[in-house]
T-cell receptor, first 112, second 115 residues
């Protein structure tokens, strides 16, 4: 069975703090993809990143970075120097065989 | 259009009524997905189309739910005899690559409220 767990329901930080959003997944498939999506208050989910199961290289994009560790089935997302505009719900997702499985999301509140 | 378009954005109906939700995907995207999102939850898979055919409808909760995509572009999600538990945001997404490797482009959703 496929499952994505985001244990942090809600996180509040003050602007400029670093914050890490946790994601743990379960799958028996050897080939799969992991994603992070952002859902701002407007409601539209926005794609942030995709990693395949064979590529464990960490990735950095501006203030965003992702740490993929197969050994612990985790795909964590770190925002450095958070900004108020980062406030949103963030979803981690796992895809396999044309289905995407989403976690329950982590609501991030960045206060000025 | 530039993005995935969903109509209506809001729909309020009474228990037992029939509703249709429409999704207009990004032009050229062969894969189309419907998801349902309840408050405080992540999107829950309903159905996936590859072209005109429903490649996977295993997420549809029961036979009151049905979706079509007759010409391989616009899709309609149909809900018969609506129940209060059907209240949720229904999200549509499309993908260029049509495989589970692809980035999904989401619409803003149709919020359904069943009274």
């Amino acid at each position: 069975a496929q499952k994505v767990t985001q244990a942090q329901t809600e996180i509040s930080v003050v602007e400029k703090e670093d914050v890490t959003l946790d994601c743990v997944y379960e799958t028996r498939d050897t080939t799969y993809y992991l994603f992070w999506y952002k859902q701002p208050p407007s409601g539209e989910l926005v794609f942030l990143i995709r990693r395949n199961s064979f590529d464990e290289q960490n990735e950095i994009s501006g203030r965003y970075s992702w740490n993929f560790q197969k050994s612990t089935s985790s795909f964590n997302f770190t925002i450095t120097a958070s900004q108020v505009v980062d406030s949103a719900v963030y979803f981690c997702a796992l895809s396999s065989f044309n289905k995407f499985y989403f976690g329950s999301g982590t609501k991030l509140n960045v206060k000025p | 259009g530039a993005g995935v378009s969903q109509t209506p954005s809001n729909k309020v109906t009474e228990k037992g009524k029939y509703v249709e939700l429409r999704c207009d995907p990004i032009s050229g995207h062969t894969a189309l997905y419907w998801y349902r999102q309840s408050l405080g939850q992540g999107p829950e898979f309903l159905i996936y189309f590859q072209g005109t055919g429903a490649a996977d409808d295993s997420g549809l909760p029961n036979d009151r739910f049905f979706a079509v995509r007759p010409e391989g572009s616009v899709s309609t999600l149909k809900i018969q005899r609506t129940e209060r538990g059907d209240s949720a945001v229904y999200l549509c997404a499309s993908s260029r690559e049509g495989l589970h490797t692809g980035e999904l482009f989401f619409g803003e959703g149709s919020r359904l409220t069943v009274l």
